[in-house]
């Protein structure tokens, strides 16, 4: 006996739309049950959803922390060759404060 698999097409732009109209997951439900789909096509598209949702999540978080690394980077080259002196505490304490904060929002992101 040879089960049959039917594979699921999942429409892309379709997902894209839910995704810049910032539906939630359980208003894309209801309407693609109100539209009678069935269930299984509706649960592959959420999956599909999330997914993408995630991902698009989880690249905003590395764009934040390769930011916030350089920052902390430049604020320690600035620190250490002490180009004026009258911003030191300011380059010190400000930027590398700042840098932190934009690691922490990108570590947000990506760990949530």
Known sequence: MVAMSQTLSI?????????????DAQAIQNNLSTLGWDD??????LREFKRMKYAKRRTTGFVYL????FLGFISCVLTLINPIPALYNLILFGLT???????????YYVLE
């Not at 739309?17 to 910032?22: G, P, T």
């Not at 299984?40 to 598209?45: A, N, W």
């Not at 390769?66 to 690394?69: E, N, R």
């Open 11 to 23: 429409n892309a732009t379709v997902i894209q739309q839910w995704l810049d109209q910032k539906l």
């Open 40 to 45: 299984e096509t509706i649960v592959s598209h």
């Open 66 to 69: 390769a930011l916030g690394a």
């Open 97 to 107: 404060s700042l840098a932190i904060l934009i690691i922490c929002l990108g570590l």
